[in-house]
């Protein structure tokens, strides 16, 4: 009787014994697969869902905080305009609105090159913009603005949009256009390196299994806008292919955010210490007036 009530107390000891070491060792496996996770690179994570990447620029970039303001178009810019065009500014003088008189034929298919000529013979100041997209839906044509060689991404108060015909020609445009003075560059700052930028839209679940990103681009979006002036902050630019469809993600070169296209407001990363005011949003006058109408 005795021996069986031992042999009993025996076995629950035992049993205690194996359940306590089960509950480490399952404690162990759980903290070393946490530390595995954590210390897991940005490019095994990729990896992992089979996101490819063409080559990244290069890690070691600075640029600096941009501030601008919409040019006034005055009569004097209508004049300069060729003959082949009747253009009118519109009623708050920050854009052109020009139809032309015998429709332009573009050559071959639409794309920077084709469009070369039209820009340089047709648009003022055509040297400050780039080619962006053919929307073939829309029937259009988007030139964005550029600054020192940089593009300023989805920005209407810098671009070109051509409407074409059902002949695919060119029968009018809008256009607007950023100016910049001397003081215009504002606070320098580290670019966040491409592969940070690309493990951000990774970790908010923006980038599908087996996409593939293509080269990505150092631009500028704008970060504070107000009607007198907008602080542009460096940008990258990522083209993202899946199941042959094309998408395009902004994401803040300083600050991580990664901006809606659909408000030009930002998406926090939660891992980024950055807030939802700019650093240098206390530095950016909001209240500065244009100079003489018209004024370049």
Not at 283 to 290: A, G, I, N, P
Request: aromatic residues 10%; hydrophobic residues 30%; proline residues 3%.
């Amino acid at each position: 009787m005795e021996w069986s009530k031992t042999k009993t107390m025996f076995i629950i000891v035992f049993l205690i014994l194996d359940l306590f070491l089960a509950t480490q060792l399952f404690n162990k496996y759980s903290k070393g697969q946490i530390d595995v996770i954590q210390n897991t690179s940005d490019e095994e994570r990729l990896k992992a869902d089979e996101i490819t990447y063409d080559q990244l620029p290069s890690d070691n970039t600075t640029s600096q905080y941009v501030k601008g303001k919409s040019k006034i178009f005055t009569n004097k810019d209508i004049k300069s305009i060729g003959k082949n065009q009747s253009a009118l500014i519109t009623k708050d003088g920050t854009g052109i609105t020009s139809y032309f008189n015998k429709p332009i034929v573009v050559s071959g298919q639409i794309n920077q090159d084709s469009m070369e000529q039209v820009v340089k013979k047709n648009i003022l100041y055509g040297d400050q913009y780039t080619f962006w997209k053919y929307d073939k839906d829309m029937k259009q044509i988007i030139y964005s603005q550029t600054y020192k060689g940089k593009k300023i991404y989805q920005n209407i108060n810098g671009q070109i949009i051509f409407y074409l015909n059902d002949k695919n020609e060119i029968v009018s445009y809008d256009q607007t256009l950023l100016k910049f003075g001397e003081d215009s560059e504002l606070k320098e700052g580290d670019v966040l390196a491409p592969i940070k930028a690309i493990d951000t839209l990774h970790n908010k679940g923006m980038l599908k299994r087996k996409s593939h990103i293509k080269t990505p681009d150092l631009g500028y979006y704008t970060r504070i806008q107000s009607s007198d002036l907008q602080l542009l902050v460096p940008t990258w630019h990522f083209t993202v292919v899946h199941d042959g469809k094309t998408e395009d993600f902004f994401v803040n070169a300083f600050e991580g955010e990664v901006f809606n296209m659909n408000n030009s407001s930002s998406i926090n990363d939660p891992n980024s210490n950055s807030k939802n005011d700019s650093p240098i949003q206390d530095k950016l006058d909001l209240k500065e007036k244009q100079k003489e109408p018209g004024d370049y």
